[in-house]
């Protein structure tokens, strides 16, 4: 079993930047294929951006291009979730997820394929 631990919300004006973070233990990180969703009131949990178990592959959502960065430290276990520019609409709850993957390429944007949850981290972005 993994455990995910997600830090680094908090309160920014638009135009900010946050950096989320997101601590696994149990199992190394480079196992498993990556997530970052977001959730906010009254929505749907919906996809943020992804990256393979080996790290040569990374999707975003068109939301989220351009602005936000997915990364991992292999050496320390987490994975971190860069976000620039930040806009009002980007108010959620964010999680990290993991999943073990079929094979090293492959990137997960659907919710359902990962098995493995954080409890997430509150990001509010006042106008």
């Known amino acids: 079993q993994v455990q995910l631990v997600e830090s680094g919300g908090g309160l920014v004006q638009a135009g900010g930047s946050l950096t989320l973070s997101c601590a696994a233990s149990?199992?190394?990180?480079?196992?498993?294929?990556m997530g970052w969703f977001r959730q906010a009131p009254g929505k749907e949990r919906e996809f943020v951006a992804a990256?393979?178990?080996?790290?040569?592959?990374?999707n975003y959502a068109a939301s989220a291009k351009g602005r936000f960065i997915i990364s991992r430290d292999i050496a320390v276990n987490t994975m971190y979730l860069q976000m620039n520019s930040l806009k009002p609409e980007d108010t959620a709850v964010y999680y990290c997820?993991?999943?073990?993957?079929?094979?090293?390429?492959?990137?997960?944007?659907?919710?359902?394929?990962?098995?493995?949850w954080g409890r997430g981290t509150q990001v509010t972005v006042s106008p």
């Open positions: 990256m393979s178990k080996n790290g040569n592959s990374i």
């Open positions: 149990g199992r190394a990180l480079s196992s498993y294929a």
């Open positions: 997820a993991l999943k073990f993957p079929y094979n090293g390429d492959n990137v997960y944007v659907v919710k359902s394929d990962y098995s493995y």
